[in-house]
């Protein structure tokens, strides 16, 4: 038997990578991969999660296994000195997960709006079409609004009922489907045209086309699919049973995330260079150029339209549920106050930090839209912030013997040199990583 609140084994592993997976695999993946070159950008991108993207993740790991709390209280228990500035740096950290929620939301209600256009033969047939739906949707606020409440809710909800019933029973229900319908989706690209020019652009490396930009690009994305550096993968982890595997946890983990970004990166660009379009098309990849495909191809793109939004709604709630999780545990458990108190007084912050990106989007909050904002800064500078912070804790604020005793086991030889990594190359990297994506390199 289990105890209650905590998450079983398989449950951690899928609610994990449940966070990972999301839309940065489906939507920004693939996009960000086209502009950068396609197999350069991918081959670094590996190379990022198994080396960085690994090592930070068993960091978050052991600081919420050790902690046994959220971000706030396990930085200060564990800290060997410095307790109050770890915990503030805990309560700021966890707050970038509730900012990441306020617009995350936004983009899961336009994609409702696009379950109900391919459900209903509304998706645009040609670019042009396509381009001013999206702007319709994008700026229809009665809609935002309508379909953006009802998941803000349902996350809420989903969170305050807690570990075992809420956040673990969702993973183990939409996992299974998401991983369902992309295998399916995946099985039709193998038949399309483009299939053969969409595994050249994205496995064929050309060495000619890395540079600095690139490295930078794709080490930043690699954090951002993990999830890492907002306290979410600590949260969970401190709802962890004791003697699980923490590193064959990240195995789990990163295998289930990489797989969806590289059936949905086969899949988009199976059907752009199939029926025409450009892979560098950012967000418009998804919203523009797939949707046009799908609207061309009669019925059958209906029902492929239908299963791929849904997918990708899955994919984002089990993400948008996480992303609650930090502050929540950290108020539930520092003020004694029920989860579903905590997650009351919680929603009313982020809601109106969601509403005023959606009154931004509507036009009414002057020029700009406080969405490309808010992500521009969350995953350029919080997020590299965040795991930065995390490296040091565990390198330089931690006991050793600590650390050791939590991974040792798992890590066997490679302890030493993960440390490394965690103490001396990780920092810098990141730091320099931060600069990078700022345009300051
Ligand atoms: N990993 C999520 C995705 O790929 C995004 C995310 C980033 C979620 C940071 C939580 C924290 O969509």
Do not use: C
Request: proline share 2%.
């Amino acid at each position: 038997m289990k105890p209650s609140n905590t998450f079983s084994r398989i449950g951690f592993v899928l609610a994990t990578a449940g966070s990972a997976v999301g839309l940065g695999n489906v939507i920004r993946f693939p996009f960000v991969m086209g502009e950068n070159g396609g197999g350069a950008f991918f081959l670094i991108y590996m190379i990022s999660i198994l080396i960085m993207g690994a090592s930070v993740m068993l960091s978050e790991m052991l600081i919420g296994y050790k902690g046994q709390a959220g971000p706030a209280s396990s930085f200060e228990t564990l800290a060997t000195k410095g307790n109050k500035f770890w915990k503030n740096i805990g309560w700021g950290i966890s707050s970038f997960s509730n900012v990441i929620f306020s617009y995350y939301v936004i983009l899961l209600a336009w994609i409702v709006a696009y379950v109900w256009l391919s459900a209903t033969g509304g998706l645009p047939h040609d670019a042009d079409h396509a381009e001013s739906i999206f702007a319709v949707v994008r700026g229809d606020m009665t809609s935002t609004f309508l379909f953006g409440g009802i998941i803000f809710t349902l996350s809420f909800y989903v969170v305050a009922k807690g570990i075992t019933n809420g956040i673990e029973k969702l993973n183990l229900v939409l996992m299974p489907a998401i991983l369902l319908i992309f295998m399916g989706m995946l099985l039709y690209s193998f038949t399309l045209d483009g299939f053969d020019e969409a595994l050249i652009f994205m496995f064929h490396v050309d060495f000619s086309k890395i540079t600095v930009h690139i490295v930078i690009a794709a080490i930043g994305m690699s954090f951002f699919t993990l999830s890492l550096g907002t306290g979410i993968v600590l949260s969970y982890s401190a709802s962890l049973p004791k003697g699980v595997n923490l590193v064959r946890s990240i195995g789990y983990i990163i295998v289930l995330d990489t797989s969806i970004a590289i059936v949905s990166g086969l899949m988009i660009f199976s059907f752009v260079f199939t029926y025409g379009g450009d892979p560098s098309a950012g967000f418009g990849l998804v919203f523009i150029t797939l949707s046009t495909v799908f609207a061309s191809m009669g019925v059958w793109g209906e029902v492929l339209g239908v299963a791929f939004f849904v997918a990708l709604l899955f994919a984002g709630i089990t993400s948008s549920v996480s992303m609650i999780e930090p502050m929540l545990k950290t108020v539930h458990r520092r003020f004694h106050i029920s989860r579903g108190k905590a997650a009351l007084y919680l929603a009313m912050p982020t809601a109106l930090l969601s509403s005023a990106v959606v009154l931004s989007l509507g036009g009414y909050l002057g020029e700009g839209s406080l969405l490309d904002q808010l992500d521009y800064i969350l995953s350029n500078v919080m997020l590299p912030f965040g795991a930065m912070m995390t490296t040091i804790f565990v390198g330089w604020f931690m006991h050793k013997s600590t650390v050791e005793g939590a991974v040792n086991n798992n890590l066997g030889h490679f302890f030493g040199l993960w440390y490394v990594i965690v103490k001396y190359i990780a920092p810098i990297a990141l730091i320099l990583v931060m600069f990078g994506l700022i345009g300051m390199i």
